[in-house]
């Protein structure tokens, strides 16, 4: 036996007081979290999720989903507080001895060899920024020149270097060359 088309109205006039009142939740939770596009993640979400409870709604549509939006918008501050939290402890972890080893392993050999083919002057301000973490200032009293030279120097050396990956690694200079297939025998793609 088919059922009559009237019981199944309920749900699409639901779907059109909630379609029509979209602006009144968008501001309704904008003004909660500070963000129109975090406003308007939760407000879709929580339309998504909620789509097929709409034929057990006993109240107005309207209270219901401000009370659904408010439910969704502490547990947005909920999860951003938890990421919070987790961000603060990763910040206060010692930094683990060797991590600068790992780093050194992952970032292509490549460019390390392809430093040493720079002018010297661009290798050894490369080395003593990039690698050492020593400060422009502190390279341009230690090489004798002035902190201005110095900032050119360490350009125009990144600027080099930069050609000179672009040349010797050819397409995975583009991508980042963190997993390098440059030739073990040479240190790098033959030019």
């Not at 603060?88 to 292509?108: K, S, Y």
């Amino acid at each position: 036996m088919e059922e009559p088309a009237d019981e199944a109205r309920p749900t699409a006039d639901v779907v059109s007081v909630l379609v029509a009142n979209h602006r009144e939740f968008l501001a309704f939770v904008q003004r909660r979290v500070g963000s129109r596009e975090v406003a308007e993640e939760i407000l879709q979400d929580a339309f998504v999720r909620n789509v097929e409870k709409l034929d057990a709604i006993r109240d107005t549509a309207i209270g219901w989903f401000y009370r659904v939006l408010r439910n969704a918008i502490i547990d947005h501050h909920r999860r951003s507080a938890a990421h919070g939290r987790k961000i603060e402890r990763l910040a206060r972890e010692p930094i683990e001895e060797g991590t600068d080893d790992e780093l050194q392993r992952v970032v292509c050999k490549c460019v390390t060899a392809l430093a040493d083919t720079l002018k010297p002057e661009y290798a050894a301000a490369l080395r003593r920024v990039e690698v050492d973490g020593v400060s422009v200032k502190d390279y341009a009293e230690e090489a004798g020149i002035s902190s201005n030279n110095a900032g050119v120097r360490i350009f125009r050396a990144r600027e080099a270097l930069r050609k000179q990956v672009a040349r010797s690694c050819g397409t995975c200079a583009d991508h980042g060359c963190l997993d390098c297939t440059c030739e073990k025998s040479t240190g790098c793609h033959p030019v």
